[in-house]
Nanobody
Framework: QVQVLESGGGLVQAGGSLNLSCVASGSFSSLPFMGWSRQAPGDLREVVASMTNGGSTHYAEAFKGRFTISRDMAKNTVYLHMNSLKPEDTGVYYC??????????WGQGTRVTVSS
């Protein structure tokens, strides 16, 4: 079992920055994938970014150039650095972790609100 806990959400003005953190804990040997998804009000959850334990990254088109994902392997932590935030970036940001044993484990989410 893997527990995932996000932190760092909040209220920010458009054009500002915010950093999210997510730590995974529990019983696993490694986490090949960790990433972030977002659910905007009234919308389905969508991919934001992901990163392998080898350092490969993937970003959804809407976030390229503004968001940066990074990981601290030793701490089983993934970060999302969000710059040039827009009101449409508002939503609940969920972290997930995929252990080598399979499955995908989600956190409870952290809310980000970008005011215009």
């Amino acid at each position: 079992q893997v527990q995932v806990l996000e932190s760092g959400g909040g209220l920010v003005q458009a054009g500002g920055s915010l950093n999210l953190s997510c730590v995974a804990s529990g019983s696993f040997s490694s986490l090949p994938f960790m990433g972030w998804s977002r659910q905007a009000p009234g919308d389905l959850r969508e991919v934001v970014a992901s990163m392998t334990n080898g350092g490969s990254t993937h970003y959804a088109e809407a976030f390229k150039g503004r968001f940066t994902i990074s990981r601290d392997m030793a701490k089983n932590t993934v970060y999302l650095h969000m710059n040039s935030l827009k009101p449409e970036d508002t939503g609940v940001y969920y972290c997930y972790a995929r252990p080598l044993s399979g499955g995908r484990f989600w956190g409870q989410g952290t809310r980000v609100t970008v005011s215009s």
